[in-house]
């Protein structure tokens, strides 16, 4: 498909085949292990810095052997050690004037500092974090004033690439392109009301300039700049004015004379009208995701003659499932693109960084299912396949083609895939499946059956999972203690997180989820329809790892799942205590969901079988029940038009998981890590009687969200940051109810963590939680007194 008889611009040569990012964590977590290692003080930068190097290496010998060339720019360097939006801050030197010491003085960052920033230290916060566009990863949201230096603070990136060369590899540098880094940061403590960071592109384009520069000096080809917000019609800011910033980032780019050739990447859905703006520009490549977005049409006799002179990267390998999917079907958008431009070449629509490494190590993983599925390797080895295609012709790669075809259609037809009894309780739900009783009569049947104190105290659900938990899990699963062993020492947990909880004064109970490896992965355990990993690990954040479960047929619940722990945990209390659940959205959202049929015709089906939990629960005494959905706004479509159907789907799942309980139980639900105000309406539709959300890292913004949306249910916005090992202070938790009391009537509020303790130490912990009491307590009674 790529022309070398027709004139081109002069630039290097792009590969006919490339992917967009790899995972960075390592096959066996290495990277967490690592870092992680590195923070507790078992091993220095040195020895942190020697890992990951040699993961570096064995993904580039690992690429290079599944089909990308190793002198052709086609492997990218998208390595990092936390998270690539850091990456670019501490690169261009944009640091929180609270972390200014930790720079030297030409403005690097050493290893220690970088991870301070990123978890903060003492009485200084780290960056705040939030989901990355529609995915669950999470990335740090960096801070700019009108006084934020910028300067080329870092040349990891040019040493990353120089590391390679000297392994015989021309790779490809990657970064986070300007107007993203601007769009997804956050005015500075100190900035002026009404300050934008996109207004800071002027001052930030000679940093990155200057970077081009450093890697054309290196001898790099070509730079991967990453460009995901200009799809995205979720960004606060005006879409002309995204535009324009794209249009003025490239053309001073693109006219900078000492750079390599320049591709910007933009996955996640389509460019729309960025696309024409990008195609303006000198920018030599661009890529198209064509698994969200589909081949742009319409365009105007000067957006057609631009990209016909540019490398069009094709993604037509979906980066965000792992689904083998349909290569004949990819290849007809490979040969369809070649419309716009006869330089086509074939990418994955994202990076690798959303699903694990290998489906080959995956033993256990029933041998049908695994011929349906596709993960990096896969992916990688499918990229290879089309680019022969590409180069070689349509017949070349036909016995590949057909193979996958023959697995989509066997997929469709195996058991499992479609269950007419659960399609048949699914069609005969009415409006009255979704409604619950009015909230004024259900807040008076919850009091009546509560007596909750002023500012009720609760927790999210986890507790802090052991080692002596993690390793009685890992204990039954071989075989080395029964059943009955393994039941009486999480009961022994349960009482021990039972008993700390009573002692610290938390008003209502949980019983800490010790049995749960994660809070989807052990309903996928219990609900057909469902798939587990061993060692589908993917990044959620820094060092955390999560191991999506694979939703590949209808789901249903043979048995009851929580009903027993909550009884238990009831039994040792007269407080009452939560019955914790993972909502519908969430489960889909961290999930590797089947991606032939609706996602609502989905939801709806897990929805049913909660459903069902939630009346054994209540049967079994439990009042109280929450239903976690910190996916809702993870999963909103990054174009407005589609967002009206998604809501209604994702709130109706919720309503229906949740409608069938007496007045007198009360429906929690749990959101975090998302921006609350573009989805306020739908948190008021769910219709929980009180939502609890992540608002300590952004200091309550969200609470004026709140407020101004005139949200009557309750509500607790955290006041504990647990994605950060700070304990925080009396004084700083009683400055956050305050704040929240000045926005939130106190009837409506609620006292909690952001999240789960899972991932916290138990004394850090109790720490925290005591402080969080104590302030409590002073609030309740300063408001006493003036009451």
């Not at 599925?373 to 016995?399: N, P, T, Y």
Request: charged share 25%; proline share 6%; hydrophobic share 45%.
């Amino acid at each position: 498909m790529t022309d070398t008889t027709s004139a081109a611009p002069a630039r290097p040569a792009f590969p006919a085949g490339t992917i967009l990012g790899y995972p960075r964590i390592g096959r066996r977590r290495e990277l967490k292990k690592a870092v992680e290692a590195f923070w507790a003080g078992a091993i220095d930068a040195d020895e942190l810095e020697a890992t990951a190097a040699d993961l570096r290496a064995a993904t580039r010998e690992r690429l290079a052997s599944l089909g990308l060339g190793p002198t052709d720019a086609s492997i990218p360097e998208s390595f990092s050690f936390y998270d690539q939006v850091l990456d670019a801050a501490v690169t261009v030197g944009a640091l929180p004037s609270r972390f200014a010491g930790l720079a030297g003085a030409d403005g690097s960052v050493d290893l220690a500092g970088y991870f301070t920033i990123a978890r903060g230290e003492g009485e200084n916060p780290p960056l705040e974090m939030t989901k990355w566009f529609d995915s669950n990863y999470h990335y740090l949201v960096p801070e700019i004033g009108q006084e934020t230096p910028f300067r080329l603070a870092s040349d990891r990136i040019v040493r990353e690439f120089e590391e390679a060369r000297a392994a015989g590899f021309v790779t490809r540098p990657v970064i986070v392109g300007p107007v993203t880094f601007l769009l997804l940061s956050k005015a500075a403590d100190d900035a002026p009301e009404g300050f934008r960071p996109l207004s800071r592109l002027a001052d930030l384009l000679p940093v990155y300039t200057e970077l081009l520069s450093r890697l054309s000096a290196a001898g790099a080809p070509w730079v991967q700049l990453d460009e995901p917000a200009l799809v995205s019609e979720s960004i606060d800011e005006p879409r002309d004015a995204v535009v324009a910033a794209a249009r003025e980032a490239y053309d001073v780019l693109g006219a900078a004379a000492d750079r390599p050739a320049l591709f910007v990447a933009a996955p996640y859905g389509s460019l729309d009208d960025a696309l024409p703006a990008l195609a303006a520009t000198p920018v030599e490549a661009i890529s198209l995701d064509l698994v969200r977005g589909s081949i742009p049409s319409g365009l105007d006799a000067a957006t057609a003659s631009a990209l016909a002179a540019k490398t069009l990267v094709g993604g037509v390998v979906d980066g965000h499932n792992i689904w083998r999917g349909d290569l004949e079907a990819a290849f007809g958008k490979l040969t369809e693109l070649l419309s716009l431009s006869p330089d086509v070449t074939v990418s994955t629509s994202t990076s690798l960084l959303h699903v694990p490494h290998d489906v080959d190590d995956e033993p256990e993983l029933d041998e049908r299912l695994t011929s349906w599925l596709a993960f990096a390797d896969q992916k990688v080895a499918q990229v290879a396949v089309l680019a022969r295609g590409i180069v070689d012709g349509h017949e070349s790669i036909q016995e590949e083609l057909t193979a996958a075809t023959a697995a989509l259609a066997d997929r469709a037809s195996a058991p499992g895939v479609r269950v007419p009894a659960v399609r048949e309780r699914e069609a005969a739900l009415t409006e009255a499946d979704f409604r619950r009783g009015a909230y004024a009569d259900r807040l008076a049947a919850q009091d009546a059956a509560l007596s909750l104190p002023f500012l009720p105290t609760t927790t999210i659900g986890s507790f802090p999972q052991t080692a002596d938990i993690r390793r009685s899990r890992a204990q039954l699963a071989k075989g080395l203690i029964t059943e009955a062993e393994y039941l009486g020492r999480m009961r022994d947990e349960i009482k021990r997180v039972v008993d700390l909880q009573e002692e610290i004064g938390i008003d209502v109970i949980v019983h800490g989820e010790p049995e749960r490896n994660d809070m989807v992965q052990y309903f996928a355990e219990n609900l057909e329809g469902f798939a587990v990993t061993r060692n589908g690990w993917v990044q959620s954040y820094g060092s955390r790892c999560t191991r999506p479960s694979i939703l590949w047929g209808d789901v249903w619940r043979p048995a009851p799942i929580t009903v027993e722990w909550s009884a238990y945990t009831q039994s040792l209390t007269e407080k009452p205590v939560k019955g914790m659940l993972t909502g519908p959205v969430t489960i889909l959202a961290w999930s590797f969901v089947r991606d032939d049929q609706p996602l609502g015709e989905t939801a709806r089906q897990v929805a049913l079988a909660l459903r069902d939990e939630i009346a054994d629960l209540e049967e079994a005494g439990i009042r109280v029940v929450q239903v976690d959905e910190p996916a809702l706004r993870e999963l909103l479509p990054l174009k407005k038009a589609a967002q009206g159907e998604y809501l209604d789907w994702s709130v109706g799942s919720f309503r229906l998981a949740t409608s069938g309980v007496a007045n007198g139980t009360q429906i929690h639900t749990h959101l975090c890590y998302s921006e609350f105000g573009v989805v306020i309406d739908a948190i008021r539709n769910l219709d929980a009687d009180v939502t609890s959300i992540e608002a300590a890292r952004s200091r309550m913004e969200v609470v004026h969200d709140i407020q101004r949306s005139g949200f009557e249910h309750g509500i607790g916005p955290g006041v504990y940051d647990i994605h950060s090992p700070r304990v925080p202070s009396v004084a700083e938790v009683t400055e956050l109810l305050e704040t929240a009391l000045q926005a939130i009537p106190g009837r409506q509020l609620w006292v909690n963590p952001d999240c789960g303790l899972k991932t916290r130490g138990y004394d850090e912990t109790v720490a925290s939680l005591r402080n969080i009491i104590e302030a409590t307590r002073g609030v309740r009674e300063r408001a006493a007194v003036s009451a």
